[in-house]
């Protein structure tokens, strides 16, 4: 069975930065999308970045220039993000999926504050 499980969530000041990482336990024969996805209180869950296995490259709007996915062994992801804002503040979700198969993290907590 997959298990992804976020890590580096935490609170920072606007303009600093964090990285979170997403592993797992199990295995994933073949990823065909790695993402990070966030959902801020009453708000609903948007795309943060998306990168395929080809290496192609989806970012929100919000974030592009700030923040870079990137891929690790396995189907590890992480995300760098920096120059936070105030409304980055949000629960930051690691997403796989293989074939029609789709795998979610529990969810990371990550606060900015002004």
């Known amino acids: 069975q997959v298990r992804l499980v976020e890590y580096g969530g935490g609170s920072v000041q606007a303009g600093g930065s964090l990285r979170l990482s997403c592993t797992g336990s199990g295995r994933i024969l073949s990823v065909n999308r790695r993402a990070w996805y966030r959902q801020a209180p009453g708000k609903q869950r948007e795309l943060v970045a998306a990168?395929?296995?080809?290496?192609?490259l989806d970012y929100g709007n919000a974030v592009l220039g700030r923040f870079t996915i990137s891929r690790d062994e396995g189907f590890a992801v992480n995300l760098q993000m920096n120059n936070l804002k105030p409304e980055d503040t949000a629960v930051y979700y690691c997403?796989?999926?293989?074939?029609?198969?789709?795998?979610w993290g529990q969810g990371t907590q990550v606060t900015v504050s002004s």
């Open positions: 997403y796989v999926s293989s074939g029609w198969t789709e795998y």
């Open positions: 990168m395929t296995n080809a290496g192609s």
